[in-house]
């Protein structure tokens, strides 16, 4: 009897996740009410910055493409296919492992982004420091809606690199998603 009170309490549990009529709720939806689960593509809206120590690093160029694998409840997470920045003066940075982004939904359409995995190497002066994301690794937020922008403000933790290298390097920029056109942040 003890077993049979704990499935239905767990059937109860699942049904309150996933809502009525069996429909998920999710983090990010397009269109309106619609789980997604495509292709995200952004590009830049101004130039990114990176300040490392005695480097800033300023990109003009940055293209991030991924797609959603996960979402539901109130988060989304997918791996990134693309990540790539350029023009970056003198300097360069070059990406060595894109990683993994989750959204996690902070209510009225906005919501948090978390890195995962993302490792760069930033290279000026003729010195080498490799930074990047861990696990959930806060990298800014997401404003949701018919022109979605992801606004990053990161602190990324110091890899590898000598005592020149800040630990840790902060990353300023903003992405416009192109795909898809609207992003609703539930």
């Given at each position: ?13 699942v ?10 709720s999710?983090?990010?939806t397009?269109?309106?009410?619609t ?5 995200l593509e ?25 797609k ?17 920045f350029?023009l970056?003066?003198?300097?360069t940075?070059?990406v ?6 989750e ?6 359409g ?10 760069i190497?930033?290279?000026t ?16 937020t ?10 990053i ?9 000598g ?8 990353w300023?920029?903003?992405y416009?998603l ?5 992003l609703?942040?539930?």
């Open positions: 009897m003890k077993n049979l009170k704990m499935l239905g309490l767990s059937a109860l549990a049904m309150a996740l996933i809502g009525p009529a069996g429909q998920a999710a983090s990010v397009s269109p309106a009410g789980v997604y689960t495509g292709t952004a590009s830049i809206t101004h130039s990114f910055l990176l300040k490392a120590g005695f480097a800033e690093i300023t990109c003009s160029l940055s293209v991030l493409k991924g959603i694998e996960n979402n539901i409840g109130t988060f989304a997470i997918g791996k990134i296919s693309t990540l790539s350029s970056c003066g003198s300097s940075v070059d060595l492992s894109n990683g993994s982004l959204i996690f939904s902070t209510g009225a906005k919501g948090d982004l978390r890195g995962y995995s993302t490792q190497t930033v290279a002066m003729g010195i080498s420091c490799v930074y990047g994301t861990t696990t959930q690794t806060p990298i800014g997401i404003t949701g809606g018919t022109q979605p922008v992801m606004s403000a990161a602190s990324l933790p110091k890899i590898s690199g005592f020149l290298c800040a630990n840790p390097a902060s300023t920029g903003a416009k192109t795909t898809p056109h609207e609703l942040v539930d």
